[in-house]
């Protein structure tokens, strides 16, 4: 669903000057399903995935020739879509899910302290990172209305931190949400178009959050909250994101698709790790935590034809 179609917005209620008290911020927290919070990650850790990102994009020849390659220009004429069988977009996610630095952000310090605060304890980084690379001018396939429940599974108490990789005005777009609709339980799927595949139909009075990023804004929030992306309407330019969840160390339940295999089944773990040294700490390291692997039935879409859900492997 793109951006038109979100009608009463406010924006967002920034949250940083609560990581300083605990309990309003966790009561914050359960109210509004969401914590926005300015210049969390540090400018350098973002623009260095930035780069590397770019990089790949280069190499597959996705950017403008002559342009600066952190401007994030796309080549004339040209989009990719995210892909679980184009072997072009497989390819070019192969090597960014390779990419030390873009797993070691949802890593950093600053971001794991304020997930300890909001978890009142240890944070459990899901091992599954998510990179979306938007182009310009797809707005047909902007990230419909949905809940990362439907998805994730596992503890219903996990977050997701949608971690901008760059400035994001309100041309560029980036992510919308409805405040206290994690207190609305888990709304009929059904299929759509756009990361996912799958969309909700949300209610027409409802209330979204909508805001501009800079680079080391962190936008967080309950894997039952309402979210959607927004339209890139501007002429040329990439936006790239990342999607990283987490959990409280202490609740041991976990959806399978956070741990099975790097996202879309592009790589193995193995593979990914390849070329890291063999003593680094982020391989693997949930291995050992004594998680349980939820084996509940697989999600479900129905759709207003067919009241009867079917499942979804």
């Known amino acids: 669903m793109a951006m038109n179609d979100v009608q009463d917005v406010a924006p967002f209620k920034e949250s940083t000057h609560l990581l300083n008290d605990p309990r309003e911020l966790r009561a914050t927290a359960e109210q509004d399903g969401y914590l926005f919070f ?50 072009a977009y497989l390819n070019y996610y192969r090597e960014i899910q390779q990419l030390h630095s873009f797993h070691a952000l949802a890593h950093d310090p600053n971001l794991l302290k304020a997930l300890n605060v909001l978890f009142d304890g240890e944070t459990l980084v899901h091992p599954l990172k998510i990179l979306r690379t938007i182009f310009p001018q ?9 809940q990362d429940y439907f998805h994730v599974r596992g503890t219903e108490n996990t977050w997701t931190s949608w971690i901008p990789l760059g400035d994001c005005d309100k041309e ?47 936008l967080m929030f309950h894997s039952h909250t309402v979210h959607q992306g927004i339209d890139n309407n501007s002429a040329d330019r990439i936006r790239l994101s990342m999607d990283c969840r987490f959990q ?40 050992d935590l004594g998680l349980e692997i939820d084996q509940s039935a ?16």
């Open 138 to 146: 797809a707005q047909k396939h902007t990230t419909p209305p949905h």
């Open 38 to 87: 300015k210049a969390l990650l540090p400018a350098e850790a973002i623009a260095q995935v930035r780069k590397d990102v770019f990089e790949i994009c280069k190499k597959n020849e996705f950017l403008k020739d002559g342009t600066t390659l952190t401007d994030g220009i796309a080549a004339p004429g040209f989009m990719i879509l995210e892909s679980s069988v184009n072997p």
């Open 298 to 313: 697989p999600p479900t879409i129905g759709t207003p034809e067919n009241p009867h859900p079917t499942t979804m492997g």
């Open 248 to 287: 409280a160390l202490s609740e041991k339940k976990i959806g399978p698709v956070a741990v099975r295999s790097p996202h879309l089944h592009c790589i193995d773990w193995d593979g990914l790790y390849k070329k890291w040294p063999a003593n680094d700490p982020l391989k693997y390291y949930w291995k």
């Open 172 to 218: 560029l777009g980036g992510l919308t949400l409805v405040p206290g609709s994690q207190n609305w339980g888990l709304l009929p799927e059904h299929p759509a178009e756009g990361a996912g595949l799958i969309g909700i139909n949300v209610p027409s009075d409802s209330k979204w959050v909508i805001g501009e990023f800079a680079a080391g804004d962190v």
